[in-house]
T-cell receptor
Framework: DAKTTQPTSMDCAEGRAANLPCNHS???????VYWYRQIHSQGPQYIIH???NNETNEMASLIITEDRKSSTLILPHATLRDTAVYYC?????????????FGQGTRLTINP | DTGVSQDPRHKITKRGQNVTFRCDPI?????LYWYRQTLGQGPEFLTY????????KSRLLSDRFSAERPKGSFSTLEIQRTEQGDSAMYLC????????????FGSGTQLSVL
């Protein structure tokens, strides 16, 4: 699976949009970009995923560049409860085990 | 959907003792994963089950570690002769066959080896 690079930490003001970048310059054509987050003392939680097109769900939006070498997770109106570690993962979807390979992620702090 | 349940939430043991953790996945999920997470690091894959079959094991899983899923439902992870380096959060996750391919994680078992 392709390696991802994320900033170690970021801050964002409550109510503003939080934009979390991820570089995955070695991604192959059939690998998906997944985002999970982990709030303190909990297991990771799925947020969103995409292949080529931008995606939006009730939690976030995912913007993938045209060359697919990077992506941005957007939390449109960040709240204090969005403080967490955010993991960007590139995953090849095939039959069988699709084990997620986590990096160190971005520690996002939402400030009041 | 009652979520993935792990027991116990916390375990303190002395070096050399054996410990066993239990994971109850979401009921219709046939795939089950174990991960380990140390402080400040992302979770690391340990092993994977599809139904009762253990299909993949990480090199991190030494011979002191054994995982089972005897009836394809709950799973246990046993660590024999614990070492201080085994201190970590042990996370269980499950997944069904529906798309998208997303894992549902439990809250983990925090192991401290003294």
């Amino acid at each position: 699976d392709a390696k991802t690079t994320q900033p170690t930490s970021m801050d964002c003001a409550e109510g503003r949009a939080a934009n979390l970048p991820c570089n995955h310059s070695t991604i192959s054509g059939n690998e998906y970009v997944y985002w999970y987050r982990q709030i303190h003392s909990q297991g990771p939680q799925y947020i969103i995923h995409g292949l080529k097109n931008n995606e939006t769900n009730e939690m976030a939006s995912l913007i993938i560049t045209e060359d697919r070498k990077s992506s941005t997770l957007i939390l449109p109106h960040a709240t204090l409860r969005d403080t967490a570690v955010y993991y960007c993962i590139v995953l090849l979807i095939i039959q069988g085990a699709q084990k997620l390979v986590f990096g160190q992620g971005t520690r996002l702090t939402i400030n009041p | 959907d009652t979520g993935v349940s792990q027991d116990p939430r916390h375990k303190i043991t002395k070096r050399g003792q054996n410990v066993t953790f239990r994971c109850d996945p979401i009921s219709e999920h046939n795939r089950l994963y174990w991960y380990r997470q140390t402080l400040g690091q992302g979770p690391e894959f340990l092993t994977y089950f599809q139904n009762e079959a253990q299909l993949e094991k990480s090199r991190l899983l030494s011979d002191r570690f054994s995982a089972e899923r005897p009836k394809g439902s709950f799973s246990t992870l046993e660590i024999q002769r614990t070492e201080q380096g085994d201190s970590a959060m042990y996370l269980c996750a499950s997944r069904g066959q529906a798309r998208p391919e997303k894992l549902f994680f439990g809250s983990g078992t925090q192991l401290s080896v003294l």
